[in-house]
């Protein structure tokens, strides 16, 4: 049984990972192929631009979390037609998010640009690129929801070969727009809005083609506001997860500018686009364990779903000190793939030095805030999320700089992750008590004195 578990976790850790490694890889195409046929601006727009454009993938991420969460624990309770009502409600639900989300997005997108400091043909090239992305937002949340829905759904090969499809289109159509047609931003935007359209193909067919467990038929497909808060309220973690992602860059990116200049900036995009994609693995790793806890949690299998998490906590120890080595001694490399040189590359080097401590530590909150999302423990796993996005890191990004300059925006992200590992060392102190107190009462309780 202990090794038929072990084949399972990896059935579904290592697919997951390298979909999430696929998904990550579009913003460093597009990087790439703009790096080098449009310049440094083009470049810098890309960077400038894209947490706005990740908004959409964060709802997706919402919704598409929280319903394959549940949708691995209906199935492990053995309550099918559950799981395909949740699907249909997470279709719906992310339409009407859409039609309120796109014209939001695309109209606040160049106020959000200049508070972030763009100006001029930046702020520009940026909008244009921003607000084509924005307009494929609905295949983004699709296609987001539909691959986690599948992966929980016991088809995690099938979900990384959706992910595996958009990525080479990607690259075709990079190609093709970026450097044959000269497009530019234009291209690369286009370039994504069309691979995820065809993902997004892949997935609705997934279930057309009866692949799935789930009974899914065309009364599924209904706005029930009571399941869809219970989508929302599960995956809250997700999203903050998203925000997490969105805050770095758009924090990075800002003190990076207003501390090291356009050099400082160009580095930035570069430190970015390499801290991401390995942000976006060791998700991965946490994502490949979420479908086996819930379904048995879901299941009631406690003592197996137990052993999933600490396979999760072993697997993010050794692939952070992978990444640790990564980063650093391939720190030489990164700059001249996306063709930044001079001052800009030294200090991106020295950014991606100091950043690379922070993987010790991420693996294992990752994988701790999955593992509380999909047994329910909802706080918990959005105190780690939350904890993070809105105070660890822009308490470090906004005060470290103040002391260490350029320096100190690098410094943020691991002196944030140590910060947060000790909170995650304090939830798991406190479980630790609870069962103590719960075994040995005697010893925790004082006890009455003893009186003649």
Not at 390 to 409: D, E, K, R, S
């Amino acid at each position: 049984m202990r090794l038929n578990d072990l084949k399972l976790f990896f059935n579904y850790v290592i697919p997951t990972m390298f979909s999430t490694l696929i998904w990550g890889s579009y913003s460093i195409v597009d990087a790439i192929f703009v790096g080098h046929s449009a310049g440094t601006l083009s470049l810098t727009a890309l960077n400038l631009s894209y947490p706005i454009a990740m908004i959409a993938a964060a709802v997706g991420s919402l919704t598409g979390y929280g319903a394959g969460v549940l949708v691995g624990q209906f199935r492990g309770a053995k309550k099918l037609d559950r799981a395909a009502d949740i699907l249909g409600v997470m279709v719906v639900g992310q339409i009407a998010i859409c039609a309120v989300l796109i014209p939001l997005m695309y109209f606040l997108l160049p106020e959000f640009l200049m508070r972030m400091g763009a100006a001029g043909l930046l702020l520009e090239e940026a909008t244009v690129y921003g607000r084509l992305v924005c307009l494929g937002a609905v295949t983004t949340m699709l296609c987001t929801g539909l691959t986690v829905v599948i992966r929980n759904d016991g088809h995690p090969r099938f979900a990384m070969m959706l992910d595996v499809t958009g990525l080479l289109l990607n690259i075709l159509l990079d190609f093709l727009f970026v450097v044959p047609l000269n497009w530019g931003l234009v291209g690369a935007a286009w370039a994504i809005v069309i691979a995820e359209t065809v993902q997004t193909a892949g997935g609705v067919a997934y279930f057309k083609l009866k692949k799935s467990h789930l009974p899914v038929t065309e009364k599924r497909f209904r706005l029930n506001l009571k399941d869809l808060f219970q989508i929302v309220r599960v995956g809250i973690p997700a999203f903050g997860q998203s925000l997490s992602m969105m805050a770095f860059l758009s924090f990075h990116n800002y003190q990076a500018l207003k501390y090291g200049g356009e050099n400082g900036l160009a580095a930035c995009a570069v430190v970015n686009e390499v801290v991401a994609l390995i942000l976006l693995l060791v998700s991965g790793l946490a994502q490949g364990v979420q479908p086996l806890v819930s379904y048995l949690h879901g299941a009631r299998s406690y003592w197996r779903q137990n052993m999933m998490g600490r396979w999760g906590y072993y697997a993010g120890i050794i692939t952070g000190i992978g990444f640790v080595a990564l980063m650093i001694f391939g720190a030489d490399l990164y700059p001249r793939l996306f063709d930044v040189t001079g001052v800009a590359a030294e200090e991106a080097i020295n950014g991606l030095h100091i950043c690379a401590w922070s993987f010790l530590f991420y693996g294992i909150i990752q994988v701790a805030a999955s593992y509380y999302q999909a047994t329910n423990k909802i706080l918990y796993s959005s105190l780690l999320i939350y904890g993070d996005t809105f105070f660890m890191l822009p308490l470090c990004l906004f005060t470290l700089p103040i002391w260490f300059g350029l320096n100190g925006v690098w410094l943020a992200l691991p002196v944030s992750r140590v910060l947060l590992f000790l909170c995650l060392m304090g939830m798991w102190g406190k479980r630790l008590y609870k069962k103590f107190e719960k075994q040995f009462p005697s010893l925790v309780t004082p006890q009455e004195p003893i009186t003649e």
